[in-house]
């Protein structure tokens, strides 16, 4: 027992160590993208006290240098313009920092510190994760531990103020919960005993905080709350477990309608956690567009000051486009899988070509990107074949539901790369399983003709995979060629 504890605590070192590393070599680093710029604003609004509002008389001079905003004809307040463009939980966490720190220049780098400790905190959930789902061995989870605490973009993720970092825990923190709600149900209407009654109470707090958890990720990213309605449906139509689908469904209810509310009434019609929908819909339909962010449509709409205005206008416009070009939809959904399940560089690229780290030599520079690359592609690559062998179980199922409910949003309106972050913590338990339980459970299935035809379709999910990172790499092989170049990092690439 003492080496178990030994080895969990290596792990989880380790990780800690790495997530810090980056945060005090950069510590002076300022911020970067406008999603960044964004939640910065937000926040030091929240912390000053004056509510949920950005482009605030200080932040002018900067947002005006390229976007051409009409303050004249509006009625400006100094404090900035109420928003419901973002969701709230991420600035909210922000402006909690930024109350302790204060709102100095050192604010980035405290809220770094903050962002590394709570993405460690990703690791240990990834091993409780994977011991809930595979409990006869430990080898898998510790693994999955390993995958978790040494990928490269997990580790340096806590430099950006993004959502992700408070996104990825509480939507691995919800299916652990779930998980454990789902294992724990032992209760029946014939078990009328004490103890069974106070183990179904026990079992209820776990579907109560797992409704919690993914209110609180839809207040994060609200493209999850589609993920609530898949577990109502999982947990009524799956499990028969209709009292806690409600109880799942009334507590993300709770947690996210203040705020739908408080939107609804700010513009005078239903909004929901926020009302980017629209301009998502916009960029992703956009007749010069792939299916990504691109500059400079992405500028396009957001001149307007007015958030259900830029909504509702971004909504119309995409109807237009798809009608004027029907044929383009189910092309571009296939892009936008191809962006999700990308190479994890572009915003690397955006950073290095804009001069952030200033210039590194070509091979240092391609050893760089080679370990940032290759880390997804192994675990993507190892967790197909294990999708393909695993013997399905009700809470197995769960996880794939929720994988799949995560990446379809992504595919009918917008998507990148970073996207699949999310679900790093699900593939790295399924490469785990590969890795340890692989070779035994591929001459299983082997032996039988479904078992054949499903590693079939698993090696052609393989294929598709390796066939669209050579793809991308070819697409852009002209600014791959200026990035690697002698001024890389004076190439300027838009995001």
């Not at 400790?117 to 994977?130: G, H, K």
């Not at 539901?401 to 595919?411: A, K």
């Not at 793809?471 to 190439?491: C, M, S």
Request: glycine residues 8%; contains cysteine.
């Amino acid at each position: 027992m003492v080496h178990k504890n030994r080895s969990w605590f290596l792990i989880f070192l380790v990780a800690l160590t790495l997530r810090l590393a980056p945060v005090i070599a950069f510590k002076d680093l300022g911020i970067g993208l406008d999603d960044m710029y964004q939640y910065d604003m937000l926040a030091r609004s929240i912390a000053s006290g004056n509510g949920f509002r950005w482009y605030a008389e200080q932040d002018l001079p900067q947002l005006t240098s390229y976007l051409n905003l009409d303050l004249e004809n509006s009625e400006y307040d100094p404090r900035g313009i109420l928003t419901s463009f973002r969701p709230p939980l991420y600035p909210a966490f922000l402006a909690l920092i930024y109350l302790f720190s204060g709102i100095t220049p050192e604010r980035f780098f405290i809220a770094r510190l903050v962002q590394a400790f709570l993405a460690t905190a990703l690791i240990p959930l990834t091993y409780a994760l994977a011991r809930r789902l595979f409990p006869g061995t430990r080898k898998i989870a510790s693994l999955a531990a390993w995958f978790m605490a040494v990928y490269p973009m997990l580790v340096i993720y806590p430099l950006s103020l993004a959502t992700e970092n408070l996104f990825f825990v509480l939507l691995t923190s919800a299916v652990l919960s779930l998980v454990i709600a789902i294992q724990a149900s032992t209760y029946t209407p014939v078990q009328e005993s004490r103890v069974g009654l106070l183990k179904a109470v026990k079992n209820n707090r776990w579907y109560l905080l797992a409704g919690l958890l993914l209110g609180m990720a839809g207040l994060t990213r609200s493209v999850s709350l589609g993920l609530a309605g898949i577990v109502l449906l999982w947990l009524w139509f799956g499990l028969h477990k209709r009292k806690q689908a409600v109880l799942v469904f009334a507590m993300v209810i709770l947690v996210v309608s203040p705020w739908m509310v408080r939107n609804s009434l700010l513009h005078g019609r239903f909004i929901g956690v926020e009302s980017a929908l629209g301009y998502d819909l916009y960029v992703g339909y956009h007749p010069e567009g792939t299916g990504t962010f691109q500059y400079p449509q992405s500028l396009d709409l957001m001149t307007m000051l007015d958030d259900g205005l830029r909504d509702e206008v971004g909504r119309a416009r995409a109807v237009e486009f798809i009608r004027e070009d029907p044929g383009r939809f189910f092309p571009l959904v296939l892009r936008r899988a191809g962006y999700f399940f990308g190479l994890e560089r572009r915003a690397l690229s955006y950073f290095y070509s804009n001069n952030y780290f200033g210039y590194i030599r070509t091979p240092l520079l391609l050893t760089f990107s080679i370990l940032f690359c290759l880390p997804f592609v192994f675990i993507a690559l190892s967790s197909l074949p294990a999708l393909a062998t695993l013997k399905w179980n009700q809470d197995l199922i769960l996880v794939g539901l929720v994988m799949g409910g995560y990446i379809l949003p992504h595919l009918v309106i917008i998507a990148e790369d970073r996207f699949h972050l999310a679900l790093l913590p699900f593939l790295a338990i399924l490469a785990s399983f590969f890795w340890v339980e692989g070779k035994r459970a591929v001459r299983t299935k082997w032996m039988t003709i479904s078992g054949k035809w499903v590693m079939g379709f698993a090696m052609l999910g393989m294929l598709l995979l390796l066939a669209n990172w050579i793809l991308e790499l070819l697409r852009d092989a002209e600014k791959l060629v200026l990035l690697f170049g002698p001024f890389g990092n004076q190439t300027f690439f838009p995001y």
